[in-house]
């Protein structure tokens, strides 16, 4: 059976009728979106189709336009992509000498997903049939005159200043490092059956990590990838339903304030915060999650990093069941890393990815 992915988003400057209808065929999903020009130029010169934008329109797209759009980049989900050089044409797909690449490492999809969107949000005015039809009647009028001077027609695309993503990666001393951050207490474990769009309200996972008053989270670094987990009744396990991607804690700025904690009271006691960015979570209940407890059976000290250290130095706890004990979260090794990003992908492309956009989750806070 072919997997479904919960969203397909893409940047491509030229789309074709009969390859837009390929790509369809392939799998429909829940939400598509994407970004091209509205050059009528470029729909008059045939390197682009009307057409094309009314078929994805009719499977429920929202389109775009954004003035000189050149990248091309097509997004399964929020966990696989296609960077390349090729629009959705019959001649880039079989013809011409394209180059590119597939990728579903977390942090190049989740890159690839912030660019998405840093150039969504920098849009207003989704494509509507009747604007199609303006333009193909204003088309047809200009073909009917015998000379049409080169880029005489307008360009209906919104223009879009974004800095380029080509930036160069400030050089870090540490290794990249990964956490599971736990959300609950061992007197309210949740239900198998839970929703986990309900929990990430709940916790407001979506936008910071909370640790104890009076216990910084000073490990973190800038770029740790943050696995979220909550604790659930079931064999007192612990279900990963998402991650992403961490900042460095700021005392005094990575706070709660009077106004998070009259929100969540429970914060008084959880006060500091562990931002993060390029979330991503299950859309299911905890029972799509990732058991933590299958991953400790089965890794035994190897799972994580302190328990790993113990190990290699033949000295203290190697037991990860005893390492969790009232921790409110724990490094990982990279082959728990592995262990986990591996199984989280697999629910995402089975179960589908959380919409935090829509009413019931409170945004970004300060």
Known sequence: MRLRPAAL???????KLSTAKRFLTLATPKTIEVITRFDLNSFNAGVSDLEALEALL?????????????????????????????????AAMFRNKEFGFCA??????????????ALWSRTRNDLTPDQIGVWTKKLADVRAIPVIPIDALPDYGEPVELESPFVPAKPTAT??????????????????????????????????????????????????????ARMILDRNDYRIYGRALGRKHTPGVDDATQGDIAARTWKTDWSHYVRVHSPVFIDGQLSAGVS?????????????????RNQLA?????NPRRAIMR????????????????????????????????????????
């Not at 091309?72 to 019959?90: D, P, Q």
Request: net charge neutral.
């Open 9 to 15: 988003r893409i940047i491509c400057p030229f789309i």
């Open 58 to 90: 009719r499977a429920g797209a929202r389109i775009r336009g954004i003035k000189g759009l050149h990248s091309k980049m097509y997004l399964f989900g929020s966990s696989s992509v296609i960077v390349t050089s090729a629009n959705l044409t019959e």
């Open 104 to 117: 579903s490492e977390p942090g190049i999809a989740s890159h690839c997903l912030d660019y998405f969107t």
């Open 175 to 228: 290794p990249l490092q990964s956490f599971i951050k736990f959300f609950g207490r061992a007197d309210n474990r949740a239900e198998l059956s839970m929703e986990i769009g309900q929990e990430v309200a709940r916790s407001g996972s979506h936008w910071a990590c909370t640790y104890p008053t009076g216990k910084r989270p000073r490990q973190v670094q800038d770029g740790a990838v943050m696995f979220m």
């Open 292 to 308: 933590m407890v299958d991953m400790m059976e089965e890794l035994g000290s190897a799972a994580f990093a302190p328990t790993f």
């Open 314 to 318: 033949g000295q203290g706890n190697t």
């Open 327 to 366: 921790k409110p979260a724990i490094e990982l090794t990279p082959q728990g890393y592995s262990w986990i990003s591996s199984r989280l992908e697999d629910a995402f492309l089975k179960h589908g990815t959380l919409d935090i956009s829509v009413p019931g989750f409170d945004g970004p806070h300060p």
